[in-house]
T-cell receptor, first 108, second 115 residues
Framework: KNEVEQSPQNLTAQEGEFITINCSYS?????LHWLQQHPGGGIVSLFM?????KKHGRLIATINIQEKHSSLHITASHPRDSAVYIC??????????WGAGTKLIIKP | KAGVTQTPRYLIKTRGQQVTLSCSPI?????VSWYQQTPGQGLQFLFE???????NKGNFPGRFSGRQFSNSRSEMNVSTLELGDSALYLC??????????????FGPGTRLTVL
């Protein structure tokens, strides 16, 4: 069983829709990353969270350490948001544990 | 500021050979982490270097090694290449917090193909 689980694995939506990607983890972590990977391999670090909520443009990330859950939201989604979104948590050994990723496709 | 750079971008090797990949972090960043990404396994943490010292290590065999220089540039070496080593190798730099405590900035990756 993966210690960091993302849902859904695949998500297809229409342009303009509000998107939510969830990440839950079974181990104690002190920080969680959300990353975006576009086709071709380029990875962009979106957020690093240890509590609360962060917002950058149309992207919002929240985390609840007690409930071991984080969400990434995209408002007014656009085809250029199509990518794989990955969450990764840092465990007690200071190693990152990666989720399998959520493949998001936004159709125009 | 220039981003994280990795060289080479593409590499083709044969089984049994060795390979060295290079990563130049963002100026001022002292931590460099290496990751392997394969379709089947996703992103796997290899190791992290900080101030020329390996600070953290993932579960990879000893054929995978690395080092960091005084200017924070890092190299990763894979000896006795196997077909299963074909992957995208990514490095990420951060200011200095342990991998996961700072925002990490990723390079474009080196795509290694082992024939």
């Amino acid at each position: 069983k993966n210690e960091v689980e993302q849902s859904p694995q695949n998500l297809t939506a229409q342009e303009g829709e509000f998107i939510t990607i969830n990440c839950s983890y079974s181990v104690g972590i002190s920080a969680l990353h959300w990353l975006q990977q576009h086709p071709g391999g380029g990875i962009v670090s979106l957020f690093m969270l240890s509590s609360g909520k962060k917002k950058h443009g149309r992207l919002i990330a929240t985390i609840n350490i007690q409930e071991k859950h984080s969400s990434l939201h995209i408002t007014a989604s656009h085809p250029r948001d199509s990518a794989v979104y990955i969450c990764a948590g840092m465990d007690s050994n200071y190693q990152l544990i990666w989720g399998a990723g959520t493949k998001l496709i936004i159709k125009p | 500021k220039a981003g994280v750079t990795q060289t080479p971008r593409y590499l083709i090797k044969t089984r049994g050979q060795q390979v060295t990949l290079s990563c130049s972090p963002i100026s001022g960043h002292r931590s460099v982490s290496w990751y392997q990404q394969t379709p089947g396994q996703g992103l796997q943490f290899l190791f992290e270097y900080f101030s020329e010292t390996q600070r953290n290590k993932g579960n990879f065999p000893g054929r995978f090694s690395g080092r960091q220089f005084s200017n924070s540039r890092s190299e990763m070496n894979v000896s006795t290449l196997e077909l299963g080593d074909s992957a995208l190798y990514l490095c990420a730099s951060s200011l200095g917090g342990l991998a996961g405590t700072d925002t990490q900035y990723f390079g474009p990756g080196t795509r290694l193909t082992v024939l």
